[in-house]
């Protein structure tokens, strides 16, 4: 392995950034692939499932055997609102493999006997945010209804460029949320990633019901990252 | 289940063979590049060894570990990356076969 190629990876890996390490298992040349580099042909179909999958496998592309190592951060998912769907989402997504944090600066929804095992921050966003920001391995569900909690959130998860991003409330409520995003200076396109109301249209009704809408749409959004483009994946 | 979302980096293999080149010691980095039935550590995963046969990090639950070390050593001392594949069909099953059932490919490179 190539020492500049080793030091590039963790830098990569430190920062939560996604990689693939692609070594030429013939001469043992590697390469550093980040997400979004273009590589084209049966090779390039093969790093993009390993981004998409997070799946390290051996592949042969134009004669030649490769290594695909996948680093992929951990995907983690961010609830602002320690609510009665949080309740429900924290356990499950947990489950599903996606760390939660909890955020609300209500103390008297968070609070650790609502909460217990759950990473839980009965602070304002902007705190907890600035301390640990958010990333494209992160989602956020944005679950309060509450503008003063739940805006500064949801317009920093658009610029961090959040694989996922899901607001609570009605279509009406979304209206006047977009206009308060514009206002915040978010663009229509990044707004447009916002998926409100929110969670996978399974005709839930009870709080937990919401949360395994909310975190299949969170799974899907994960899953099918890099698709947008070609128009697969709405 | 790990929970933490950063990297644990007085265990991560990667971290560690970086830190030892840093300090100027030889290493190799042998990954899992194949496996095939079970197999007790996924594709991808590392052991790095220094010069002096410190290791960190697996590549199986323990079973081949010793005679991957073995050839790291002779990795760094000449610089050709190897090839191994361990599995109970192997011929050296008995020393240091998969008693798990499975097979694995390693592949064992020099760092530099």
């Known amino acids: 392995m190539d020492p500049y190629v080793l030091k590039t990876l963790n830098e990569e890996r430190r920062a939560r950034r996604a990689a693939v390490l692609v070594t030429d298992l013939g001469d043992g040349r590697d390469r550093i692939v980040r997400e979004g580099d273009h590589v084209a042909g049966d090779l390039g179909a093969a790093i993009a499932n390993a981004f998409r999958t997070g799946n390290s496998r051996s592949v042969d592309a134009e004669g030649r055997s490769f290594f695909l190592n996948a680093h992929l951060p951990r995907p ?19 489950i599903a493999g996606y760390p939660v944090e909890i955020i609300d600066p209500r103390t008297a929804f968070a609070t650790p006997e609502r909460f217990p095992d759950v990473a839980l921050h009965a602070e304002w966003p902007e705190d907890v945010l600035k301390r640990a920001p958010l990333d494209s391995y992160t989602a956020l569900a944005a679950v309060t209804h509450d503008p003063k909690i739940d805006d500064f959130a949801l317009k920093a998860a658009l610029d961090a460029r959040c694989f996922y991003v899901g607001a609570l409330g009605s279509r009406k409520t979304h209206a006047k949320r977009v206009e308060r995003l514009l206002a915040l200076g ?6 447009a990633r916002i998926h409100a109301p929110i969670g996978l249209d399974i005709g839930a009704a009870s709080p937990a019901e919401i949360a395994v809408a909310v975190l299949a749409q969170a799974i899907h959004a994960f899953r099918s990252r890099g698709l947008e483009a070609k128009g697969a994946v709405a | 289940m790990d929970e933490s979302i950063y990297l644990d980096e007085a265990r991560d293999p990667l971290i560690i063979a970086e830190g030892w080149m840093k300090d ?3 290493v190799a980095i042998a990954t899992v590049v194949e496996t095939w039935g079970s197999a007790p550590r996924p594709v991808g995963s590392h052991l790095v060894i220094d010069g002096e046969g410190n290791f960190h990090g697996s590549v199986s639950g323990g079973c081949v570990e ?9 990795v760094i001392d000449n610089g050709k990356a190897k090839m191994l594949e361990f599995g109970v069909a192997d011929e050296t099953a008995w020393q240091v076969g998969l008693s798990c059932g499975g097979r694995i490919k390693v592949y064992v490179e020099r760092l530099g």
């Open chain 1, 76 to 94: 983690r998912l961010v609830v602002i609102g320690a609510v009665h769907i949080s309740q429900a989402l924290a356990p499950m997504a947990r």
């Open chain 1, 186 to 191: 978010a663009g229509a396109d990044q707004i």
């Open chain 2, 24 to 26: 100027g010691k030889d």
């Open chain 2, 66 to 74: 010793g005679a991957v070390v073995t050839e790291a050593i002779d």
